[in-house]
């Protein structure tokens, strides 16, 4: 059911490489919603051609940019501006890439030129996204930016890896940016820590399955699902939610929270 929270509000969404994409669930939701899109992805991501389906259902033209690079980001918000013909209320950052865990490399034994490009796609990309909206006025008063994040920012999870790393950087940056940008124009700046779901990314972790059904077990509510996680960002995005701010949401079930299960429980007595 959609409740046109997004109407007449414009965004650009970072990340949908296909169907499963938490970006491409958010596209799809926020387009139901009521909202006019710009989608973008790395020039690499786009050769495959899965997001022009996306572009054809949600009605959104699709403007390359690598998030390490500011002459792309410029180009990105520029356009997509002239497009909407004005500022832009939100903006959903879903990207993710751990160069180490890609390759294989323990996180006892980090190749740290990997490791300085796995931050810069993961972590400081927010900056940059930021950064050029500041530098260009591009967002407009009360606009609001989700960027996606793990818990394994806050507790370990080994087989996580550098991405742990990654993570709280990325938490870090939204809180400290967000301070900055809530003063100049009341924009808000909020991390979303989901549950596991099976993407491209998420299964580029070690063990992705057995871990899957754990944090099912663990969770009260059970895991939360892509589309799920699509409804939540919409939330943040609309009206409904001016005053949060710099936050780290759990959106996972209660997992963060939750000690043990009586399903955990059973499966150890086995
Ligand atoms: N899948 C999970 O279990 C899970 C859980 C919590 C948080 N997240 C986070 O959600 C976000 C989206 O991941 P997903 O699970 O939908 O996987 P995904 O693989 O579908 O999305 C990751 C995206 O990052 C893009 N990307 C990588 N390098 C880029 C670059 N240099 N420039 C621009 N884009 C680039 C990829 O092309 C891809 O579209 C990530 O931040 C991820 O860490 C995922």
């Known amino acids: 059911m959609a409740y046109n929270l997004l109407k007449g509000k414009t965004g650009i969404i970072f990340g949908a490489l296909d169907e499963k994409s938490i970006a491409w669930r958010t596209a799809l939701r926020c387009h139901e919603e009521g909202a006019r899109l710009v989608l973008t992805n790395a020039p690499v991501a786009m050769r495959m051609g899965e997001i022009n389906k996306l572009a054809e259902t949600t ?36 990207v993710a890439m751990g160069m180490n865990v890609r390759k294989g490399k323990h996180y006892t034994e980090l ?22 909206a500041w530098d260009l006025d591009a967002l407009n008063e009360h606009a609001s930016v989700v960027a996606l994040t793990y818990i394994a920012a806050q507790r370990v999870f080994p087989d996580y890896s550098e991405m742990a790393d990654a993570k709280a950087l990325l938490e870090s940056v939204a809180r400290s940016f967000g301070y900055h940008y809530g003063i100049r124009r009341k924009v808000r700046v909020n991390t979303v820590s989901q549950s ?8 580029g972790v070690k063990g992705f399955d057995g871990f899957i059904s754990y944090a099912e077990k663990m969770s009260p509510l059970g895991n939360a699902t892509a589309d799920q996680c699509a409804a939540y960002c919409v939330s943040l995005f609309s009206d409904l939610t001016q005053m949060v701010t710099m936050q780290n949401l759990f959106h996972d079930g209660g997992f963060s929270f939750t000690g043990v299960t009586e399903a955990v429980i059973q499966q150890m007595e086995k």
């Open 59 to 94: 009605q959104a033209p699709v403007i390359p940019a690598d998030v390490t690079n500011m002459d792309d980001l410029k180009k990105l918000f520029e356009e997509s501006m002239k497009h909407f013909g004005g500022k832009i209320d939100f903006v959903l950052h879903s």
């Open 196 to 203: 596991p779901v099976k993407t491209t990314a998420g299964s």
């Open 111 to 132: 190749d740290y030129g990997f490791s300085q490009k796995t931050l810069d796609i993961s972590s400081l990309s927010l900056h940059r996204v930021l950064r050029t």
